[in-house]
């Protein structure tokens, strides 16, 4: 059974800096497509960004510019780079992986953007 733990969230003030890791065990990633998703309160979920078995990125447009996902199948990693950090970002950040009809989820990290 593979499982995801996130974490690097934390507070930051506007316009700062966060890497989140996103780490699995149980089985390797290689095969998978991984990514993250945030929630905000009162918000429903939503992507943030996606990374393909073949390293294939895709972001949301709120994002575009400003985060990099990134993935290091040696160590069962992926990453999100994230730079001009806006209060809007504000969100408990989750990591998922899927493969075929099959989708895991991390207990996610809450980021925190604000002065």
């Known amino acids: 059974q593979l499982q995801l733990v996130e974490s690097g969230g934390g507070l930051v003030q506007p316009g700062g800096s966060l890497r989140l890791s996103c780490a699995a065990s149980?089985?390797?990633?290689?095969?998978?497509?991984m990514g993250w998703y945030r929630q905000a309160p009162g918000k429903q979920r939503e992507l943030v960004a996606t990374?393909?078995?073949?390293?294939?990125?895709n972001y949301a447009d709120s994002v575009k510019g400003r985060f990099t996902i990134s993935r290091d199948n040696d160590k069962n990693t992926v990453y999100l780079q994230m730079n001009s950090l806006k209060p809007e970002d504000t969100a408990v950040y989750y990591c998922y992986a899927n493969r075929w009809a099959n989708t895991y989820w991390g207990q996610g990290t809450q980021v925190t953007v604000s002065s």
């Open positions: 149980g089985c390797g990633t290689e095969h998978f497509a």
């Open positions: 990374i393909t078995s073949d390293s294939r990125t």
